[in-house]
Structure formats: C-alpha cells, structure tokens
C-alpha cells in the first residue's frame, strides 16, 4: 500500500518501526488510524509499572502519535478501541478519567476488551484511535 502516507514518531515509534516492522500510524484521506499505543515513556520505551500512570501515558502516546501525523489529536478522536490486562474497575475508572481530560466536548465511540497478552511483556493497556482530521 506505498500510496498511503504512514508515520512513525521519534524513539519509540521509530524503534518499533525497525524492531516489529509496523507503522504507528497511517492517514488515509481525511482519517488518521493509529495503532495501539501503550504506557511508554515515548522516547525510552520504558514502561509505567502502576496501571494508572501507564494509562495516562497510553492517552498521552495517543496524542503524541495524532499530532506527529498531521492531526490535532485527541479533539478529532471519534472511535476508541483499548485492550487490558486485568479489565478492572481501577482501569475502567482511570480510562474515564482520561476521556475527561483529552475529550472534554464529545464522546466517541469505545470498544473496552479485555486480553491476555499484548505486544511486550510489560504492557497492561493499549489504546487504539480512529481521527478525522479534514484538510
């Protein structure tokens, strides 16, 4: 798909761009898609070990990664998808509180599944976006 512009942000984004052969993001017309951002601090890749520092980093990595496509960030967020080890309510409640802060004028559609396993060890949450983002 080269006609597709793709991006990938500095440090972790470019880490794992070369180490797992995906993009963080890719803009498809007026729509950014976002892979799963997890609770990294972006430029090392370390994780957040408590559950609700590592979800506010996941909203933050979700902003980080919009604004590096081209977006506004989360203000142009209408679909969510997060994926969590455990689905708690302690996360629950700490995703809320993020949709407060990063979406304080709408609400977008949100899809909450609970896994097993994500893409590193010490991941508990990942957090994928759909924007519009009209030229």
Request: charged share 25%.
């Amino acid at each position: 798909m080269s006609h597709l512009t793709y991006y990938n942000y500095d440090g972790v984004g470019k880490r794992n761009q070369a180490k797992f052969k995906y993009s963080q993001a890719v803009r498809i017309g007026d729509r950014i898609e976002c892979a799963g951002q997890g609770g990294w601090d972006p430029e090392t890749g370390v994780f957040y070990r408590e559950i609700n520092a590592q979800i506010d980093q996941a909203f933050a990595n979700v902003d980080l990664n919009l604004k590096d496509a081209g977006g506004k960030g989360w203000k142009q967020v209408f679909r969510v998808n997060s994926y969590h080890i455990p689905l708690n309510d302690e996360a629950l409640e700490a995703m809320v509180r993020n949709f407060k802060k990063w979406l304080p004028n709408h609400e977008p559609i949100w899809t909450v599944i609970g896994v097993t396993r994500l893409g590193e060890d010490d991941m508990r949450v990942e957090i994928e976006v759909v924007a519009h983002d009209p030229k």
